[in-house]
């Protein structure tokens, strides 16, 4: 059965730092593309960003980029979200997610989501 535990994530100010987990239980991790995305009150899911399976490539929303790493430690079966400079506008439900494939994007294919783990940002 595939888990995705979340931790991490909480309320700090503007400019601060959060960083998120995802430890991936049930399947073989390393086989497929995995993800974060983001869900703000009143408005759609969007994906944040996207790792494949090698961690050679990396995909991100622009409105991340160049403050959001994502990363990933194979043989711990985690994924992580490191994130610097936030922004009010960066509150958000954040998931975890498993592609169905090893191929990455920031819009379809997520086949298992986290739970969820609330990051608020106070200007």
């Known amino acids: 059965q595939v888990q995705l535990v979340q931790s991490g994530g909480g309320s700090v100010q503007a400019g601060g730092s959060l960083r998120l987990s995802c430890a991936a239980f049930?399947?073989?991790?390393?086989?497929?593309?995995m993800g974060w995305f983001r869900q703000a009150p009143g408005k759609e899911r969007e994906g944040v960003a996207a790792v494949d399976i090698g961690g050679e490539s990396t995909y991100y929303a622009d409105s991340v980029k160049g403050r959001f790493t994502i990363s990933q430690d194979n043989p711990k079966n985690t994924l992580y979200l490191q994130m610097n400079s936030l922004k009010p506008e960066d509150t958000a439900m954040y998931y975890c997610a498993k592609y169905r494939t090893s191929w990455c994007n920031l819009k379809y294919g997520v086949h298992y989501w986290g739970k969820g783990t609330l990051v608020t940002i106070s200007s």
């Open positions: 049930g399947y073989t991790y390393s086989n497929y593309c």
